[in-house]
C-alpha cells in the first residue's frame, strides 16, 4: 500500500460548517483504517476538543494519533501515551498579555478542562467553547490565571488587525517563538519551533513511517507546514488561497465530503487485493467478534477469501464439538471482506442474509478452514458461497451469505 499514514485538519477539513462528520466521510475513514491505514488529528484545538472526534472514527479501537494545540502536544490516542508536548515559556506571558489588551484583542487560553478568558460573553470565546465543547471558565486577569506553563495563548480579532499582528510579531518576536493565523480572525502564540509540520515530522520518525508514505488534508494558514512535509498534500476547495496554490491537489469542500472523495481518489481506488495487508487487517480487528473468535484470515484475491478458525473454548459448545454460530460468524467475516474488496470506493457493504447447512462437526483441538469464492456480483448485491472445513480436508458446513452494496451518502 502506497500510503500508510493519513493526517487531517479538523476544522474546515474533516467536519462540515455545522462541526459535524458526515456519514460518507466517516464511513471512508472506518475503511482505510480496516485496510491498515492510521489517522492523524491534527488541529489548533485542545486535545479534550479533538477527543470526541477521535472516537467517532474509532481511533481507539484502530489506533491512531492527536496532533493537539497545532503541533504542541501529539498523544497515541489508543494507548494514551504522550509522544511529546512544548509549552510556552512563562516569562513571555506578561508581553503576550500586554501587548494583547493593547490591541484591544479577545485573549484566550486554556487549562486541562476548560478555556480561559476574562469575557465570557465575547464572541470568539463563545465561538472556541462551542467548537471544542469545552465550558468557559472566567477569570478577573488571565495572566494571574495562567500561573502555569500552557500550551499556547491565543488573540482574536478583526482580520485585518490580526494579519498586521501577526507580521509584525513574526519579526519581533523570531527566534524566540511561532506566531501564526490558524483562522483569518484567531492568531496562534505558541512556543518556537511549534507547528504541525515540525510536529509531523517527530511523528513520523517516533513510528517509523515514510514522508512519502504520508498523505495531509487541509484548508488553512497553519496547515501548510504539514503539506511541505508528506508526500501528497490536498487543499480542500474551501481553503486558503494560498494553500491551494501550493498543494498537490483539491478536493470538494467540507459540506461537500471533500474528505472523503480524496481519500477514494488516492486510497481506496488504488489498493489491489494483493497488497491488502492482511497481518494488519487481522491485528486491527482483534478487539472484534471475528478477533474474539480467534478467526484470521489467510488469503485474499478478487473472487476468493480464506480464513481459520480454532475450536476452543470461544468456538464450541458445551460438549467439546464447533459451535454452529460460531460457523456461521466465520462465514460472514469471510463474505464481508471479500465484498469490501470489490465494491467501489463510494459504496459500503451491508450484511443482508445468512444461512448454513451443518455437515459434519469439528472438535476441540481443531482448526477448521472457510473458502468463500463469490457466485453473483450484482450492482447492488453479492452472494457467496463459503465451505469450512477440517483441518483434515473434511466438509463441515457450507455457508450461504448475501451482502448489500449500497452507495455512500
Excluded at 489548533?44 to 489506533?63: K, M, V
Excluded at 496532533?67 to 504542541?72: T, V, W
Aim: net charge negative.
Amino acid at each position: 500500500m502506497k500510503y500508510k499514514l493519513l493526517v487531517l485538519d479538523v476544522d474546515g477539513t474533516l467536519t462540515n460548517d455545522q462541526k459535524e462528520i458526515t456519514p460518507r466521510t466517516r464511513n471512508a475513514l472506518l475503511k482505510v483504517q480496516q485496510m491498515g491505514v492510521q489517522i492523524v488529528l491534527a488541529s489548533g484545538r485542545p486535545t479534550q476538543g479533538i477527543i470526541p472526534l477521535a472516537e467517532a472514527l474509532e481511533l481507539h479501537h484502530y489506533g491512531g494519533y492527536i496532533m493537539a494545540f497545532n503541533g504542541g502536544r501529539i498523544e497515541n490516542f489508543k494507548t494514551g501515551e504522550l509522544l511529546f508536548r512544548k509549552k510556552l515559556d512563562l516569562q513571555l506571558l506578561p508581553y503576550l498579555y500586554r501587548e494583547g489588551k493593547r490591541n484591544g484583542f479577545s485573549i484566550i487560553s486554556y487549562d486541562a478542562h476548560s478555556i480561559l478568558t476574562e469575557d465570557p460573553n465575547d464572541t470568539y470565546a463563545l465561538m472556541e467553547a462551542s467548537i471544542n465543547k469545552m465550558p468557559i471558565r472566567q477569570v478577573d486577569n488571565l495572566l494571574d490565571a495562567v500561573n502555569y506553563e500552557p500550551y499556547k495563548f491565543m488573540y482574536a480579532g478583526e482580520p485585518e488587525q490580526i494579519l498586521e499582528t501577526e507580521q509584525r510579531f513574526q519579526k519581533h518576536l523570531a527566534g524566540v517563538m511561532e506566531v501564526y493565523r490558524s483562522e483569518p480572525f484567531y492568531l496562534e502564540l505558541v512556543p518556537q519551533h511549534v507547528d504541525k509540520g515540525n510536529a509531523l515530522n517527530i511523528l513520523l520518525e517516533m513510528i517509523d513511517v515514510k514522508a512519502e508514505e504520508t498523505i495531509v488534508i487541509g484548508d488553512g494558514f497553519a496547515d501548510l507546514t504539514m503539506m511541505e512535509v508528506a508526500g501528497k498534500g490536498i487543499a480542500m476547495s474551501n481553503a486558503q488561497e494560498s494553500l491551494k496554490l501550493c498543494a498537490d491537489d483539491v478536493t470538494a469542500s467540507n459540506n461537500e465530503d471533500g474528505v472523503a472523495l480524496a481519500v477514494e481518489k488516492y486510497i481506496l481506488s488504488p489498493i489491489r487485493t494483493s497488497k491488502i495487508p492482511l497481518e494488519q487487517l487481522n491485528a486491527r480487528t482483534r478487539h472484534a467478534l471475528m478477533g474474539n473468535l480467534g478467526i484470521q484470515y489467510t488469503y485474499v484475491s478478487e473472487d476468493r477469501v480464506e480464513a481459520t478458525m480454532p475450536v476452543d473454548e470461544r468456538t464450541r459448545q458445551p460438549f467439546g464439538i464447533l459451535h454452529g454460530g460460531a460457523t456461521l460468524a466465520l462465514g460472514e467475516t469471510v463474505a464481508g471482506l471479500g465484498s469490501m474488496v470489490l465494491c467501489a470506493a463510494d459504496e459500503i457493504v451491508v450484511g443482508m442474509q445468512v444461512s448454513g447447512n451443518h455437515v459434519s462437526s469439528a472438535h476441540e483441538g481443531d482448526t477448521v478452514r472457510a473458502v468463500g469464492t463469490i457466485i453473483h456480483k450484482g450492482h447492488t448485491s453479492h452472494v457467496w458461497n463459503v465451505d469450512v472445513f477440517t483441518s483434515t480436508g473434511k466438509l463441515v458446513s457450507t455457508i450461504r451469505v448475501i451482502n448489500s452494496i449500497l452507495k455512500k451518502r
